[in-house]
């Protein structure tokens, strides 16, 4: 079963406006990372956030993390029409480090229009 | 580096006909894992090998088989494909420790 939920589904903003998209998980985590994938492509790794930091950026992207709510968000400031991808979340389940399973959510499809 | 690589990246079986989807990486990586990707959702596991010479199953092995042929590469093997298993399929590696993954380009399979 699918450990991360995100919201939305879908997110249609324009270009240089703040997306915002949520991704919820049920179990104690080591790490959360966040992944692009853009149309008819592999994954990309984004950004990790540990299980003791509450919030990272990097460029324009800045994650957050409460696991007291077991929560995160991506935000992505000042979008581009390049930025218009599919974003996952997704979780190593404590305890699973020397696997690196990961635990992916649905997604979130985001089009930033020019 | 190429980085992972998978072939093919398109193919069409009939039901029970039988592949074999290749994987290999060229970063020393020691885990792999294949993953199925269907419409509307993420990524779930099939199998993954934690090292060389090891494998296990993940959340979706039904169907399927995999082989560590080595530390590079990693292929999944369906033996009598089903339409259930028209999917894209993903091949990603990590190093112990490093916790992102790597991931290839990806293999677009249809059953018919």
């Known amino acids: 079963s699918q450990q991360g939920e995100e919201d939305p589904q879908a997110l249609s903003i324009q270009e240089g406006e703040n997306a915002t998209m949520n991704c919820s998980y049920k179990t104690s985590i080591n790490n959360l990372q966040w992944y692009r994938q853009n149309s008819g492509r592999g994954l990309v790794h984004l950004i990790l956030?540990?299980?003791?930091?509450r919030e990272k950026h990097s460029g324009r992207l800045r994650v957050t993390l409460d696991t007291s709510k077991k929560s995160s968000s991506l935000l992505i400031t000042a979008s581009r029409a390049a930025d218009t991808a599919s974003y996952f979340c997704a979780t190593d389940a404590y305890g699973s480090s020397n696997t690196g399973k990961l635990i992916f959510g649905q997604g979130t499809t985001l089009q930033v229009k020019p | 580096n190429a980085g992972v690589t998978q072939t093919p990246k398109f193919q069409v079986l009939k039901t029970g006909q039988s592949m074999t989807l290749q994987c290999a990486q060229d970063m020393n990586h020691n885990s792999m894992y294949w993953y199925r990707q269907d419409p509307g959702m993420g990524l779930r596991l099939i199998y993954y090998?934690?090292?060389?010479?090891?494998?296990d199953k993940g959340e979706v092995p039904n169907g399927y088989n995999v082989s560590r042929l080595n530390k590079r590469e990693f292929s999944l093997r369906l033996e009598s494909a089903a339409p259930s298993q028209t999917s894209v399929y993903f091949c990603?590696?990590?190093?112990?420790?490093?916790?992102?993954?790597?991931f290839g380009p990806g293999t677009r399979l249809t059953v018919t």
């Open positions: 990603a590696s990590t190093r112990t420790g490093l916790y992102e993954q790597y």
């Open positions: 956030i540990r299980s003791n930091e």
């Open positions: 090998s934690a090292s060389e010479g090891t494998t």
